[in-house]
């Protein structure tokens, strides 16, 4: 019913930037929040950063400073630039998005396929 696409995921050197993607398709009434959340083998998925549709950005004390996350509502797409990449960085990013239908009048959250980040000289 809903999809969620990511891409922009990749190897890069320490100190390197990426910029990750994803969009939402399918029978979308609306979407709330937007979020990216990350996980390495053997730990629990943590969060990265996250969008309200209105409000203030939040983002994981480990990366303030360094990634931004935007969305465009038009495109009911979330983005996430990643500078000043560390090895600690390296996981699999996923992104999620609370989302109400065009059949629901209650939002569900859907989540993407996740993407490779490696963060490697």
């Known amino acids: 019913q809903v999809q969620l696409v990511e891409s922009g995921g990749g190897l890069v050197q320490p100190g390197g930037s990426l910029r990750l993607s994803c969009a939402a398709s399918g029978s979308i009434r609306s979407i709330y929040d937007m979020g990216w959340y990350r996980q390495v083998p053997g730990k629990q998925r943590e969060l990265v950063a996250r969008i309200p549709r209105e409000g203030a950005t939040n983002y994981a004390d480990s990366v303030k400073g360094r990634f931004t996350i935007s969305r465009d509502n038009a495109k009911n797409t979330v983005y996430l630039q990643m500078n000043s990449l560390k090895p600690e960085d390296t996981a699999v990013y996923y992104c999620?998005?609370?989302?109400?239908?065009?059949?629901?009048?209650?939002?569900?959250?859907?989540w993407g396929q996740g993407t490779q980040v490696t963060v490697s000289s």
């Open positions: 999620k998005m609370e989302v109400i239908t065009i059949t629901e009048y209650v939002s569900y959250n859907y």
